[in-house]
């Protein structure tokens, strides 16, 4: 197939590779105009919100985990957060720093597969990361190196990476030792480096000139870069707790997604991930990690998706340092969770999963029993923006090849790191049960 | 060595695929989180089809396919047949392909209605009324158990059919690991219920390692006697709603588990 300036064609990619989860893309041009940009989302649902009805409030951690096996640490501390709010109960400092910790090791994991075996081939032309270290081996295994040492962290804290057994409501099952958490110390280090070279690395990418003003939504706490909490707020001034959500974001279905769409309450799209974390939160970010954001030429705020893997390679290094920082101010909690004895109640929590600002909301009973149940993670939040951004993106490149334009809007919509696993799981479930 | 270089074709290398059904991704991902072997791996093996990790697909007919989730569409239920057919050996990977994984939930409620409140607009989706395992649907050479898989036993089981022989994986209880790790019972010692006992070896004893009871993600061993460690629960407090909650995870429909919480379901 040949184009000129393309008057009519299709770009199809009915199986997007190196995402998580199964998902398609579809473009439609008519007459020279984009007429269809579609994010396809036929990931079979599992109707995580209908099962959790009826379960006891202990056990969403174990429950919700399994939405993801990339980011199983979201949901968990996502449930947690939202449980104890419903009991009104907070737990203590050093359960708290280790929440941060074992996020911070999530971090590191997710990004750097996503940095190195998935989006970082798109842009020196290998197939898959497995390609690119044919040719470069010493990249990928610094990239594997680098992985190892987030799972490490979620291995020791969580007994394993995917789906952790050692988190619960109130804290931990155990605390690990400090000399458990020491232990990692060498390889954190090493981490940092590596991270470090990460980010000199994909900063000298060739970035295609794209991207606009987003209205970019994050979590922002007082002093640190948002992981485990903080208020909702927007590059448009919003500013709420996580309990007023369902106030200012809403979800619709389309036919074409297993996963609901959101929007802002006014009908906008926004964008939540690293760079809406960045770019609301530049200045809470480490000195290091900071020094190397403005060595790799990020500004205050970055506004083109495909310099994303910038911002994920800035936030491996600062989840290093974090993670350096916390492990060197360990204190076992003791005892190693507080009780959360159940009321009626409804409970909120919001944490920043690797892709974004995450939410849940939960009804319980005064025996603990579950009786509803709402999750929103965050590649349904950016479902609407990835397809208008698809759409200009298109709009601009209709002289391209076929093959050309069809792999550069792959590498496209891989900029946004969708979790298509979490994002079909996700119905609305707003009507109750009688 | 003797061979001289061109003298014989070196032998072909065995192909490998990856297929994903209903799932979390997190068994495939198990595979890469082999940091340390990845590279070994992809070295010995021709990774044929794997699009978590590659836009690279060559055709089958595949050696070795280690298959993802389960089986929760019309669609789904035809995609597994093909992919038997291209298929030499099939391995499941994980609780969802060898018992239906927590999505089997739905089995035992009222789908219809459950349908019916999940979704604004129903027609727009395809969905059956239940979640069901690989082995239900086409044969299945081997299946791997846990939500998610153990990485070592990942290992061994691709070693083992690239090399033709029988998987290094026991039938045993979590309990026989948890002793031979020279941990404390946390049943005996602290009264904590724990699903150990009928429970399939293989993740390490990893529960007991970090205080907690098993939960049972690998789903049950050989020949468990649910009954007996049910009435040992009840003993320690677990009332029935308690006892149907906890075989009603991760491997609910698998036989022996499911029997267990029907017979302690009062509906």
């Known amino acids: 197939m040949t184009h000129g300036k393309a008057r009519g064609m299709s770009v199809t990619v009915p199986a997007l590779a190196r995402v998580e989860g199964e998902g398609g893309l579809e473009v439609v041009v008519r007459d020279g105009q984009v007429t269809e940009a579609r994010l396809d989302i036929y990931e079979p649902p599992r109707f995580f919100e209908a099962l959790l009805r009826g379960r006891r409030h202990t056990e969403p951690p174990d429950i919700t985990a399994r939405i993801c096996g990339i980011c199983p640490i979201a949901y968990q501390m996502s449930a947690c957060q939202a449980i104890e709010d419903a009991c009104g109960v907070q737990v203590p400092e050093p359960i708290a720093a280790l929440r941060r910790l074992i996020y911070c090791g999530e971090w590191i994991e997710s990004h750097t597969l996503h940095v190195y075996l998935l989006h970082a081939p798109d842009f020196l032309g290998f197939e898959s990361g497995l390609h690119m270290a044919r040719e470069r081996p010493e990249l990928l295994q610094r990239g594997l190196q680098l992985k190892k040492a987030g799972n490490r962290l979620m291995d020791v804290i969580g007994g394993r990476s995917v789906h952790p057994v050692n988190v619960r409501i109130g804290g931990f099952y155990r605390a690990p030792a400090r000399s458990e958490l020491r232990a990692l110390t060498a390889e954190l280090e090493q981490a940092r480096q590596d991270a470090l070279d990460t980010v000199r690395w994909v900063a000298a990418f060739p970035f295609p000139d794209f991207g606009h003003d987003y209205t970019f939504v994050s979590l922002r706490h007082p002093t640190d870069y948002p992981i485990t909490g903080g208020r909702i707020v927007s590059s448009q001034g919003l500013d709420i707790t996580a309990r007023q959500y369902d106030e200012y974001f809403s979800e619709v279905q389309v036919p074409h997604s297993t996963a609901l769409h959101s929007l802002l309450a006014d009908g906008g799209t926004y964008l939540v991930g690293p760079m809406a974390r960045y770019s609301l939160n530049s200045d809470r970010l480490s000195g290091p990690a900071a020094d190397a954001a403005r060595e790799a030429g990020l500004g205050s705020a970055c506004t083109n998706p495909f310099r994303s893997i910038i911002v994920r390679a800035v936030e491996i290094l600062y989840a290093c340092d974090e993670a350096l920082r916390l492990i060197g101010d360990y204190q076992p909690p003791d005892p190693p969770y507080i009780e959360v004895p159940p009321r009626q109640a409804a409970g909120f929590g919001c944490t920043e999963a690797p892709r974004g600002l995450i939410y849940h909301r939960y009804q319980i009973n005064a025996d603990g029993t579950i009786t509803d149940a709402k999750i929103v993670p965050p590649t349904s939040q950016n479902q609407r923006i990835i397809e208008a951004d698809l759409r200009a993106f298109v709009a601009d490149r209709l002289e391209l090849p076929h093959e050309q334009l069809t792999r550069e809007c792959e590498q496209a919509v891989r900029s946004y790191d969708p979790c298509i696993s979490c994002a079909a799981h996700f119905l609305d479930l707003n009507v109750q049960r009688t | ?267």
């Not at chain 2, 059919?161 to 045993?172: A, D, E, M, S, T």
Request: aromatic share 8%.
């Open chain 2, 1 to 267: 060595m003797t061979g001289q270089e061109g003298t014989e074709p070196s032998p072909r290398k065995p192909t490998l695929a990856v297929w994903k059904f209903a799932s979390c991704d997190g068994c495939q991902l198990t595979l890469l989180n082999c940091e340390d072997q990845l590279l070994e791996v992809a070295a010995s093996v021709q990774i044929a089809s794997f699009p978590e990790a590659s836009r690279e697909v060559i055709a089958g007919p595949y050696d070795l396919s280690l298959v993802e989730g389960s089986i929760t569409t019309p669609a789904d239920a035809q995609r597994i047949r093909d992919v038997r057919e291209a298929s030499r050996f099939l391995v499941t990977i994980g609780a969802c392909a060898t018992a239906g994984g927590i999505q089997a939930l739905r089995n035992f409620g009222d789908v219809e209605e459950f349908s019916r409140l999940v979704y604004a607009r129903p027609d727009y989706i395809a969905t059956l009324s239940t979640s069901t395992a690989i082995a239900d649907h086409v044969h299945v050479d081997f299946e791997l158990r846990g939500c998610p898989i153990d990485r070592r036993q990942l290992l061994d089981v691709v070693a083992a059919f690239l090399h033709g022989r029988r998987p290094n994986v026991r039938g045993h209880s979590v309990c026989i690991e948890c002793k031979r790790a020279g941990i404390t019972c946390v049943m005996v010692a602290h009264g904590t219920p724990c699903l150990g006992p009928v429970t399939q070896a293989g993740c390490g004893a990893l529960c007991p390692s970090y205080a907690r009871g098993c939960y049972g993600c690998f789903g049950p061993m050989e020949a468990p006697n649910t009954a007996a460690l049910a009435a040992w629960w009840q003993r320690l407090g677990v009332d029935d709603p308690g006892l149907v909650r906890v075989f009603r995870t991760f491997n609910a429909n698998a036989a022996p588990f499911r029997k267990e919480a029907d017979a302690h379901d009062a509906r």
